[in-house]
């Protein structure tokens, strides 16, 4: 039997935490990163049978690498807190692993969802995305080192896409939304303040107007109505306030006192298995 590890890392999200890890309950075992987690996720993690790692990562290369370390089996699932499996997906991942592997990776669809809505064109930039490789052999995805999106490394060869899907919260409402793209910003600036990435306004805006026309347009996002529209016009904005946000942590540490130094970005790539 081909064991499956689930590998949640959660950050004070315990009013979603206990949905996603009962639909995990098809894996041979799962792991929980707390990284500084002030609620109930460790306690609600562990009566869930789950095994829990606690601890301070300032990135999120470092929390997935961390929990890769702990997990034993031969395949990992990757799932985020606000995402869900259901039932079909359990089957089918269960399915492929059991026959013989058409690959070392996988890519899962992801079906976003604000509320109720399901918004499935138009995703581009940070706040989503349609397709990640979250089913992988152990030892063989590492992370470049960010707050935010961490670049996947990969060895070993694609097995393709499954067909079923993750679905994935991103917020109640609208306001949800937006509240997702003030978290995310904020991350990806300090993320930026740590490289001293500079850009100008107009490089910005411009890079979001691309990233509008990308998703809206290229994408298929006008085929979503309004919802379409918003997620098109968020995205655009991500770029141009991650820069302004970055500017003024520049400008912050800047004028910090000598002995205060900002904590510097790692510079290798984390998250490879020696096993």
């Given at each position: 039997?081909?064991r499956?590890?689930?590998?949640?890392?959660?950050?004070n999200?315990?009013?979603?935490?206990?949905?996603?890890?009962?639909?995990?309950?098809?894996?041979?075992?799962?792991?929980?990163?707390?990284?500084?987690?002030?609620?109930?996720?460790?306690?609600?993690?562990?009566?869930?049978?789950?095994?829990?790692?606690d601890?301070?990562?300032?990135l999120?290369?470092?929390?997935?690498?961390?929990?890769?370390?702990?997990?034993?089996?031969?395949?990992?699932?990757?799932?985020?807190p606000?995402e869900?499996?259901d039932?079909?997906?359990?089957?089918?991942?269960r399915?492929?692993?059991?026959?013989?592997?058409?690959?070392?990776?996988?890519?899962?669809?992801?079906?976003?969802?604000?509320?109720?809505?399901?918004?499935?064109?138009?995703?581009?930039?940070?706040?989503?995305s349609r397709?990640?490789?979250?089913?992988?052999?152990?030892?063989?995805?590492?992370?470049?080192?960010r707050?935010?999106?961490?670049?996947?490394?990969?060895?070993?060869?694609?097995?393709?896409?499954l067909?079923?899907?993750i679905?994935?919260?991103?917020?109640?409402?609208?306001?949800?939304?937006v509240?997702?793209?003030?978290?995310?910003?904020?991350?990806?600036?300090?993320?930026?303040?740590?490289?001293?990435?500079?850009?100008?306004?107009?490089?910005?805006?411009?890079?979001?107007?691309?990233?509008?026309?990308?998703?809206?347009?290229?994408?298929?996002?006008?085929?979503?109505?309004?919802?379409?529209?918003?997620?098109?016009?968020?995205?655009?904005?991500?770029?141009?306030?991650?820069q302004m946000?970055?500017?003024?942590?520049?400008?912050?540490?800047?004028?910090?006192p000598?002995?205060?130094?900002?904590?510097?970005?790692?510079?290798?790539?984390?998250?490879?298995?020696?096993?």
């Amino acid at each position: 039997m081909v064991r499956l590890s689930a590998l949640v890392c959660v950050q004070n999200q315990d009013a979603q935490l206990s949905a996603c890890l009962r639909k995990l309950s098809f894996c041979d075992e799962i792991v929980v990163v707390a990284d500084r987690c002030t609620d109930r996720s460790q306690d609600l993690a562990r009566r869930q049978g789950a095994i829990v790692i606690d601890g301070i990562f300032p990135l999120e290369s470092q929390r997935k690498a961390a929990g890769v370390e702990a997990c034993s089996g031969d395949w990992i699932l990757e799932i985020d807190p606000d995402e869900l499996v259901d039932a079909a997906l359990a089957w089918e991942i269960r399915a492929v692993l059991q026959m013989r592997p058409a690959g070392d990776w996988y890519n899962l669809p992801i079906d976003n969802f604000v509320g109720e809505t399901l918004v499935r064109e138009g995703w581009a930039g940070a706040l989503s995305s349609r397709s990640e490789p979250r089913l992988y052999k152990r030892g063989l995805k590492a992370w470049e080192p960010r707050r935010l999106n961490a670049p996947p490394v990969l060895a070993g060869r694609s097995g393709g896409a499954l067909k079923g899907a993750i679905r994935r919260s991103l917020g109640r409402d609208v306001g949800g939304l937006v509240e997702r793209l003030n978290r995310l910003t904020a991350l990806s600036a300090e993320d930026l303040a740590d490289a001293d990435r500079r850009a100008s306004l107009g490089a910005s805006v411009l890079s979001g107007v691309a990233t509008f026309v990308r998703g809206y347009l290229g994408r298929g996002g006008w085929r979503e109505g309004r919802m379409g529209l918003l997620t098109a016009l968020l995205s655009a904005l991500f770029p141009v306030l991650t820069q302004m946000r970055a500017s003024d942590l520049l400008a912050a540490r800047s004028t910090a006192p000598a002995d205060v130094a900002p904590v510097a970005r790692l510079p290798e790539v984390v998250g490879l298995a020696a096993r």
